[in-house]
Each structure stands twice: as C-alpha cells, then as structure tokens.
C-alpha cells in the first residue's frame, strides 16, 4: 500500500516569486513513480511534472522543478517566477506496477498567485 | 490527438435513481482508470482496466458501483439506486506506455439530491 502526505492545505505566493510545495510518501516498492498534478477550477487533472523513482537526478520542466529525496521520502515541487495561472490545487501522487500503476493522490494544496 | 473525453460533464440526479457515466480513452491506451473526488478532497481509485485482463475493482465502495470496458475502447461507470454521498466528481484516466503517466479527462460533476 501507498499513502501520500501533503501537509499544507493552503499556500499563497505574489506573482513572480518563487514557492515551494511540501510533499511526503510512503511505499514498499523499489520501483515507483512520483508525480505532480495541477487541478485549475475548471476540474481538468493537468500532470506538472513526474519523478521516476531509480533516478537520482531531479526533474525539471520549465518553471517546475522537484527536490527528490528518496531516504526521506520527501518529494517537494518547487515553481519558480509565479505566474497568475499557476493558481490552483496542486496533488501530489505515487504509483508502482505492483499496484497496476493504480495513483494514489495526497489531499492537495491550494495555491493563490497574488497580483 | 484527442485526449480523455468524458459524458456528460454535469449530472444531476434524484436519490435513489440509477446513473451511467463514460469515458472515451486516448486511443491506443489499454489501460484505463475510475477516480472519485469528494469535494475539497484528493481523488480516491475506483476501478482499473487493462486490455482483456480482469478489472481491479479493489476500490469501489459498495456493489452499487460497477464498471465496463469492451476491448480498449469506451468505459461507462455505473453507480445504481444513487445515495447523496455519490455526489462527488468522477474523473477517468487513460495510461501511456512510455513514462506510465496518466492523462485524465475532464470529469463528471455527479449532485445527488
């Protein structure tokens, strides 16, 4: 079984700073994958970025980048020069082949850019 | 290419009716996944399909809950004699073969009154 942790409910940033998101997991897998997913009030799952646990470099992808720290289990997303429409609810998720790559979510963090 | 579809996008319903959700995957996907969200919550597995394999239907919460998928095409969740805790979102996902992520579609907004 996995379990995934976000413990900020809420977090606010101004526009063009630079926020991070904390998020903790739990797995008995060697072979996992992480992922952040970004969820605008239109409902739509937007995947942000993904981590494939056996690589020790982080991933980037433009503005988003993740601070991997598989000891830890810790898997913080980082979003750098905050746009406006980045506001939304970020998630945090794992899955594994040994769970038929099945996610499991943490309960999201909502994020405010602030003008 | 086409990404996730979802029908209908609203669906209000009266306690105790019968619904019928569907989910277009993206084509070539053989593996296809249900996901509740309650408001304010993260998104809870449902069902998972692959191919002509048997469903992994470990996360749906009572037998009112079922779901079919023919070959690698459409998906329809159905939920029967609806209860007000089934309000909630339904969200679908199609999985790719390269980095095992899933593509979601935009979702069923399900109100049981």
């Known amino acids: 079984a996995q379990t995934v942790t976000q413990s900020q409910p809420e977090m606010s940033v101004q526009e063009a700073e630079t926020v991070t998101l904390s998020c903790t997991y739990d797995?008995?897998?060697?072979?996992?994958?992480l992922f952040w997913y970004k969820q605008p009030p239109s409902r739509q799952m937007i995947l942000v970025i993904r981590?494939?646990?056996?690589?020790?470099q982080n991933a980037t992808e433009n503005r988003f980048s993740v601070n991997f720290q598989k000891a830890a289990k810790s898997f913080s997303l980082k979003i750098s020069d905050s746009q406006l429409g980045d506001t939304a609810m970020y998630f945090c998720?794992?899955?594994?082949?040994?769970?038929?790559?099945?996610?499991?979510f943490g309960k999201g963090t909502l994020l405010t850019v602030n003008p | 290419g086409a990404g996730v579809s979802q029908s209908p996008s609203n669906k209000v319903t009266e306690k105790g009716k019968d619904v019928e959700l569907r989910c277009d995957p993206i084509?070539?996907?053989?593996?296809l996944y249900w996901y509740r969200q309650r408001l304010g919550q993260g998104l809870e597995f449902l069902i998972y399909?692959?191919?002509?394999?048997?469903?992994?239907k470990s996360g749906l919460p009572s037998d009112r809950f079922s779901a079919e998928r023919t070959g690698e095409s459409v998906s329809t969740l159905t939920i029967q004699r609806t209860q007000q805790e089934d309000s909630a979102v339904y969200l679908c996902?199609?999985?790719?073969?390269?980095?095992?992520?899933?593509?979601f579609g935009p979702g069923t907004r399900l109100t049981v009154l």
């Open positions: 797995t008995s897998e060697n072979n996992y994958y």
């Open positions: 399909f692959q191919g002509n394999s048997a469903p992994d």
């Open positions: 084509s070539g996907h053989t593996a």
């Open positions: 998720a794992c899955n594994s082949g040994g769970s038929n790559y099945k996610l499991t």
């Open positions: 996902a199609s999985r790719g073969t390269v980095y095992n992520e899933q593509f």
């Open positions: 981590q494939e646990a056996y690589k020790q």
